[in-house]
């Protein structure tokens, strides 16, 4: 006898596969596999985990591209990890990083399924909360460049950016610290200290734009509302699979 549609297994059969674009970093990708396997676990419970497909490319060659303003060749090495989680099953598309999705529309056309872009993901979260600014907090190259800020501003959201004498910092905190799995308390402070100059330029909640900045800084840490981003996007993720 087949099991009845009410069941655990008539749920997971129903559940879409994640196609997930990942490496950049490696700690961050396995923070977005963990927080959707446990997302899955809490909604449908007993050994239910998440459908997914995963494409891991080297982030030392991309962020060498990226340096060099090479984005024709990245384009061309997230497209290709793009079709090929496609070709394995995946039913609609992530990308585990923010600085990368500066070439999201090239991605979005190599493919023929959907890609949930953060920044759209984000800023309908900042909406349902009834924001209308916020501060966003990344790595440098997209609190420099329009093209993820513009995005969340598409959707009638102003956005703010620390000034670009702390661009750096931040990166490194990033990159020497966070991508490394070291979370140290001076660099929380130094994160922390800059949502006053946000707050001061009219933010109304703070985005944690990179995931890393995820595991430094959380909602007790700061005064306004906290929206971060991966969090968000896995959420996203889940109730278009599990929907």
């Known amino acids: ?5 009410g069941s655990a297994y ?12 990942g490496g950049m970093s490696w700690e961050s990708s396995a923070i977005y596999y963990q927080a959707l396997n446990q ?4 909604r449908l419970g007993g050994l239910s985990s ?9 982030l030392a060659e991309v962020t060498a591209l990226q340096e060099r303003e090479a ?6 090495i997230l497209a290709t990890a793009g079709r090929s989680v496609e ?3 995946a039913d609609f598309l992530l990308m585990c990083t923010t600085t990368f999705h500066r070439v999201a529309d090239e991605v979005t056309q190599a493919v023929s ?11 309908d979260a900042v909406t349902a909360r009834g924001l209308d600014s916020v501060g966003f907090i990344a790595t440098s190259y997209p609190m420099a460049q ?5 995005r969340i501003a598409s959707h009638g959201i102003a956005v703010h950016v620390p000034t670009v004498a702390h661009h750096d910092e931040v990166n490194r905190i990033v990159y020497d610290e966070l991508v490394h799995g070291q979370v140290v308390d001076t660099s929380r402070r130094t994160v922390v200290g800059l949502v006053d100059e946000l707050w001061d330029a009219g933010a109304k909640g703070l985005v944690l734009g990179s995931t890393e900045l995820e595991l430094l800084v959380h909602q007790h840490d700061v005064e306004l509302p906290l929206f971060p981003a991966t969090t968000l996007h896995v959420d996203a993720a889940l109730a278009r699979a599990l929907g």
């Open 1 to 5: 006898m087949l099991p009845n549609s």
């Open 71 to 76: 984005w024709d060749d990245v384009a061309e």
């Open 10 to 21: 008539g749920r997971i059969r129903r559940m879409q596969t994640i196609g997930l674009i």
């Open 39 to 42: 997302g899955v676990e809490k």
């Open 113 to 123: 399924i959907p890609l949930l872009h953060l920044g759209d993901v984000i800023a």
């Open 87 to 89: 070709e394995a099953g």
């Open 50 to 58: 998440a459908k997914t497909v995963m494409a891991s490319v080297d």
């Open 146 to 150: 329009p093209f993820f800020v513009d």
